[in-house]
Structures are given as structure tokens and as C-alpha cells.
């Protein structure tokens, strides 16, 4: 079975600091993918980006960082120079090959920034 | 396109009675999915369905049924509401493809079963 824990329930910064959310999961399987969803207070979610377990190189998008670590079981997800807009909660979740790309969602981190 | 829509948005139901929450996406996806999500939680699969005609199981499908009779759409059925389905609901779908796994979700319907 699988298992994704963000073990953070909420964090508040302040606007243009940086923060981090952490996601730690569990898999006996070899072949997986792992996930970053947002979803800001109007409900829905949207889908932030994919990652292949065979594929650790770290990614960056604008403000938005990744960094995958199949040693430690983590795939954390950085915000440089947070906005108020980045105020949302977020999901990291796991899917595994070859079973319809279901995905396990950790239970999400609440991000709340501020002026 | 308009991607994964639901109806209806919201809904309450008495204890005992039935429904059918509707999802259909346009991105002629093969794989389509109901999650639920309760307060803190995240989300947890009730069923699933590769393709039409074919539904499973998922982590939580208990008081729920679901039928795939076109690639386009994906109803749920609650039977015999109670209040423990009080929750939000979020149809998904995803392509077959090699390399595009991720879902892509409709808006949610917020259903209280009161």
C-alpha cells in the first residue's frame, strides 16, 4: 500500500518570505509518480506538477521549486518570494505504475501569507 | 474545452434519500475517477473506471455506485444518503498516454446529507 504524509497541517509567513512544504511518501513499488496540486480557497484543484521516481533532477518553474529525493522518500516543494496569492492548500500525492494512475493524496499543508 | 465539469454544485439531502452526482469531461480521457474530500482530509478514491464499461473499486466506495457507459461520462450514485456522505465531491480524469499521467479535476459538488 501506499502512503503520503505532509506532516505539516499549516504554516503562515509573511509576503516575500520563503517557505517550504514538505511531502514524505511510501512505496514498495519501483516505478511511481508523485504530484503537486493546489487548491486555493475557491475549491478547486489544480494540478501543479508530475515527477517520475526515475527522474530525480530538481525543477524550477518562476517562483515555484521542487526537490525530489528517492534516499530520504521526499519530494518538498519550495515558494520563493511568497504572494498573498500563493494562500491555498496543498496536496502532494503518489500514483503507481501500472494501476490507473490512481492517486493517494497526503492530508495537505495550509498556506496562509500575509502582507 | 471545458475540461471536467459536475453537477450539481451543491446539494442537501435528507437522511435516506438518493441522488446522482454527474461528471463528463471533454478531453476524451480514457481514465475517470470520484474522489471525496471531508474537512482536513485529503482526498480518498471511491471509484474508478479505465474506460467505458469497465468501473472498480476504490479506497472508499461503501453507499456508493457507479456506472461507464460513454468515455465522456462518469455518474455517481448515492443510495440511501447518510451523514457520514456529507462531504465534497471532485470528478477526475486522466489520458492513457505515455507520460501524462496527472488528473485533471472538475469543480467539486458540496454535498450535506442532513
Known amino acids: 500500500a501506499q502512503k503520503v504524509t505532509q506532516a505539516q497541517t499549516e504554516i503562515s509567513v509573511v509576503e516575500k518570505e520563503d517557505v517550504t512544504l514538505d511531502c514524505v511518501y511510501e512505496?514498495?513499488?519501483?516505478?511511481?509518480?508523485l504530484f503537486w496540486y493546489k487548491q486555493p480557497p475557491s475549491g478547486e484543484l489544480v494540478f501543479l506538477i508530475r515527477r517520475n521516481s526515475f527522474d530525480e533532477q530538481n525543477e524550477i518553474s518562476g517562483r515555484y521549486s521542487w526537490n525530489f529525493q528517492k534516499s530520504t522518500s521526499s519530494f518538498n516543494f519550495t515558494i520563493t518570494a511568497s504572494q498573498v496569492v500563493d494562500s491555498a492548500v496543498y496536496f502532494c500525492?503518489?500514483?503507481?505504475?501500472?494501476?490507473?494512475?490512481?492517486?493517494?493524496f497526503g492530508t495537505g499543508t495550509r498556506l496562509q501569507v500575509t502582507l | 474545452n471545458a475540461g471536467v465539469t459536475q453537477t450539481p454544485k451543491f446539494r442537501i439531502l435528507k437522511i435516506g434519500q438518493s441522488m446522482t452526482l454527474q461528471c463528463t469531461q471533454d478531453?476524451?480521457?480514457?481514465?475517470m475517477y470520484w474522489y471525496r474530500q471531508d474537512p482536513g482530509m485529503g482526498l480518498k478514491l471511491i471509484y474508478y473506471?479505465?474506460?467505458?464499461?469497465?468501473?472498480d473499486k476504490g479506497e472508499v466506495p461503501n453507499g456508493y455506485n457507479v456506472s461507464r457507459s460513454t468515455t465522456e461520462d462518469f455518474p455517481l450514485r448515492l443510495e440511501l444518503a447518510a451523514p457520514s456522505q456529507t462531504s465534497v465531491y471532485f470528478c477526475?480524469?486522466?489520458?492513457?498516454?505515455?507520460?501524462?499521467?496527472?488528473?485533471?479535476f472538475g469543480p467539486g459538488t458540496r454535498l450535506t446529507v442532513t
Open positions: 500525492a503518489l500514483s503507481v505504475a501500472g494501476t490507473a494512475s490512481k492517486l493517494t
Open positions: 473506471s479505465v474506460g467505458a464499461g469497465i468501473t
Open positions: 512505496t514498495r513499488d519501483t516505478t511511481y509518480y
Open positions: 477526475a480524469s486522466s489520458s492513457r498516454l505515455a507520460g501524462a499521467f496527472e488528473q485533471y
Open positions: 478531453m476524451n480521457h480514457n481514465y
